[in-house]
């Protein structure tokens, strides 16, 4: 993938990774466009990389999501790449308070919200010479955390269906990229870690990124970063150490 000139969707672009990623491709002489729930958020992120373009949109939200793909068909037309990487995580003990009240926000923010946004964005990336949608998945999709089941099962299912989406797309100008982050050093969860990695395994957002790009520009289907290589590779056998509470 070239990493310049393109014009650039980043669902949850003011914090974390996506934040991240959004500064950086910018800084390479992308457009790039971010998107959150939390207005605050995303001028904090512009005041910090003011060539980001801002849009308040809450992906889960029909309404609100409809909006934003009618006003980047005007605004953005050109746009070529898309960054689905708006994501929640819940603990959750089904021994105890499995936190209903928000699992079906989890899920829609974490799988659901992608899906419809790649359906209604697809007309405009098919129009483009070559367009990519980079789904972000998780390294916990292939090796689940016990404490936070409904967000890897979320993972699973969106890793499930990027291979699924390339495959029907491959005859189109679209490349579908996965990019499985490992554990980072964000807010995620809120602030929160499972005990088996609290201390280990874990990258600062801006080594993934760097890690990101350079995989992105060596034309890769799949990014797998830090310990996301075991457990794409593992899968299940990595499930006792990432657990493991010892």
């Known amino acids: 993938m070239k990493l310049t000139g393109n014009i650039i969707l980043i669902t949850g672009g003011a914090t974390g990774i996506g934040f991240a990623l959004a500064r950086s491709l910018s800084e390479k002489g992308n457009q790039v466009i971010v998107c959150g729930r939390n207005e605050a958020a995303l001028r ?6 003011p060539a980001l373009v801002i849009r308040v949109c809450d992906v889960a939200d029909a309404e609100s999501r409809r909006s934003m793909v009618e006003w980047l068909k005007t605004s953005h037309p050109n746009l070529n790449v898309l960054i689905n990487n708006a994501g929640v995580q819940h603990r959750r003990d089904f021994n105890d308070d499995p936190a209903s009240d928000n699992l079906d926000q989890e899920v829609a923010i974490n799988l659901t919200a992608p899906i419809h946004l790649i359906t209604e964005l697809l007309p405009a990336l098919k129009r483009q010479e070559q367009a990519f949608i980079i789904n972000v998945s998780s390294g916990l999709a292939f090796s689940p955390m016990a404490d936070v089941p409904v967000y890897c099962a979320t993972k699973a299912a969106l890793h499930s ?29 809120g602030n929160t870690r499972s005990e088996g990695t609290a201390y280990r395994m874990m990258v600062s957002p801006e080594e993934f990124a760097t890690e990101t790009l350079a995989q992105l520009e060596a034309d890769k ?23 493991n509470r010892v």
Do not use: C, W, Y
């Open 221 to 243: 289907d799949e990014i797998l970063v830090g310990i996301s290589v075991e457990t794409r590779r593992l899968g299940e056998a990595m499930f006792e150490r990432m657990n």
């Open 44 to 49: 904090k992120a512009q005041g910090e990389a």
């Open 161 to 189: 269906f990027t291979l699924s989406l390339r495959h029907q797309l491959k005859a189109t100008g679209i490349r579908v990229i996965e990019l499985a982050p490992p554990i980072v050093d964000t807010g995620l969860g």
